[in-house]
């Protein structure tokens, strides 16, 4: 055969044949470009929401950084104050460790008073003052404890002592008489040491303090000498009024 020329026919079946494959090829690189634009989209979209979501968590690590840093603040002031705190704690015992050492190497006289607690009475009433005019009055409500908190220092008695608050019109020439004692509400029964008062020969206005020192009484809620387990005080005045605005209760240790 000098060129295998084809008919028409085979000629028309070779062209659709080949329009037919283009038409395949066409489909599938469609179909191939629709999924790839699916794929964009959900990638895209897939982006967007952990852009969100890294938003959030940015958003989330700054206010946990915020509060870390709140906090780290807080803790630095707490350990200032406790280091100020225990600076002052190391002073006071400082201080008394010195005085401790003081006392035991002596250089304070004997009869020298160590204050060692101080502790306000209430007073008979709910009202401001008290005024002991002409007889035997209670100026105190009854006292249950000494309130004692501390250890007796070494080379000391402890002792009590009444601090009261008051005010007087009394004038001493005219023989006016301002005093206390101490009265057991559970024996009903009054001491029998009474402690005299201060005259100011002033008026109700002015003031001044009367101290009573319990020397008489090592405690005083010696049941073997008194027979009681409370106390309070009383005021007697006669020819003047003593007005009582406070009663302080004062733990005193004293060199021997």
């Not at 079946?13 to 179909?31: M, S, V």
């Not at 780290?72 to 008394?96: I, P």
């Not at 006292?143 to 007796?152: E, F, L, N, P, R």
Request: proline residues 4%; aromatic residues 8%; hydrophobic residues 35%.
């Amino acid at each position: 055969m000098a060129g295998q020329d084809i008919t028409p026919a085979e000629a028309y079946q070779k062209a659709f044949e080949a329009l037919n494959n283009a038409r395949q090829e066409f489909r599938d690189k469609t179909g191939a470009i629709d999924n790839l634009e699916k794929e964009l989209k959900e990638t895209k979209g897939l982006l967007q929401k952990n852009s969100g979501e890294l938003e959030t968590i940015k958003q989330q690590l700054q206010i946990t950084i915020t509060e870390f840093e709140t906090t780290k603040n807080e803790l630095q002031s707490v350990d200032t104050l406790l280091k100020s705190q225990l600076q002052s704690v190391d002073a006071l015992l400082s201080k008394g460790l010195s005085d401790i050492q003081s006392i035991k190497q002596g250089p304070l006289a004997p009869g020298t008073e160590i204050v060692r607690e101080v502790h306000p009475l209430a007073l008979a009433t709910n009202d401001e003052f008290i005024d002991v005019n002409g007889q035997w009055i209670a100026v105190t409500r009854p006292v249950y404890s000494t309130y004692d908190y501390t250890a007796t220092l070494p080379g000391t008695q402890r002792k009590y002592k009444l601090i009261v608050r008051q005010a007087n019109d009394g004038q001493a020439p005219r023989g006016d008489v301002s005093k206390y004692r101490l009265f057991y509400p559970w024996v009903n029964n009054a001491d029998n040491t009474e402690y005299p008062g201060n005259l100011n020969w002033g008026s109700l206005d002015e003031g001044g303090w009367d101290t009573i020192t319990l020397d008489h009484i090592t405690n005083p809620f010696n049941q073997d000498k008194h027979g009681n387990s409370y106390w309070r005080l009383e005021g007697f005045t006669s020819n003047c009024t003593n007005r009582v605005f406070s009663v302080t209760l004062m733990v005193v240790d004293i060199i021997s």
